[in-house]
């Protein structure tokens, strides 16, 4: 499924994405999923946020003069068994997807990982998640 990621490009200083996480929590918006990566100079924080509150979430932040940017990802939920995620990667692979990047979460509790994947062809990516 597609869906819509916030991505803020932040100076890589210490305390930058607590600015982040708490400007989006004083304004009730609960982030479902986050990665954080960094260069030396900047770092950039990608979010999900519940559907409902995407526009709101972007409009805040940059109302805040943060650098941000949205985009769609692919979302997949991945059965939480070994050899799972390989079976998706290898579906992608074989249709020359390439992944810009990803990132996941899963619990003990769930028998799904939540996947975020951001491929170069993202409707084809899509289709082929769609099938799994």
Known sequence: ?????????LENRQGMFAEIARLL???GINMKAFTVSE???????????????IDRAFNL???????????QVVYLE????PGAMA????????AGISVEYMYAFADSSSEYSRVIIRPDNIE????IVQEL
């Open 1 to 9: 499924m597609l869906i819509r990621q916030i991505s803020v490009f």
């Open 25 to 27: 929590g004083n304004n």
């Open 39 to 53: 260069t030396e100079d900047f770092g950039i924080a990608r979010i999900i946020v519940e559907r409902s509150q």
């Open 61 to 71: 932040i940059k109302s805040n003069s943060y650098a941000v940017t949205m985009n």
């Open 78 to 81: 991945c059965g939480n068994v």
């Open 87 to 94: 079976d998706a990667m290898e579906r992608l692979a074989a």
């Open 124 to 127: 084809l990516a899509n289709q």
